[in-house]
Nanobody, 124 residues
């Protein structure tokens, strides 16, 4: 049974930082590209970042590039999202997900396993 469990969300002031974590189990984590998505109230779930199985390549959404960093630790089956210079528009539920195809992807349909999400709220 595959499980992805996010943690680290919370309430932070604009300009602050948070580090999200995602603990994976039940899948061959070291052979899966992993990504983060987010969903704000009333909006569709959108891509944030993705990292290759080996950690050597990443892709970021333009809205977070330069502020967010995705990383992973295959020994611990963990993926992280360091979020700096947070803005109120970053407020959303953040989801960890596993890519089901060989290539890196920014498309939701290319991800087959999802966590339950963790709430991030940025106050102005």
């Amino acid at each position: 049974q595959v499980q992805l469990v996010e943690s680290g969300g919370g309430l932070v002031q604009a300009g602050g930082s948070l580090r999200l974590s995602c603990a994976a189990s039940g899948l061959t984590f070291s052979r899966r590209h992993m990504g983060w998505f987010r969903q704000a109230p009333g909006k569709e779930r959108e891509f944030v970042a993705v990292i290759t199985w080996g950690g050597g390549s990443t892709i970021y959404a333009p809205s977070v590039r330069g502020r967010f960093t995705i990383s992973r630790d295959n020994a611990l089956n963990m993926v992280y999202l360091q979020m700096n210079s947070l803005k109120p528009e970053d407020t959303a539920v953040y989801y960890c997900a596993a890519v089901r195809i060989i290539a890196l992807s920014t498309e939701r349909d290319d991800y087959d396993y999802w966590g339950q999400g963790t709430q991030v709220t940025v106050s102005s």
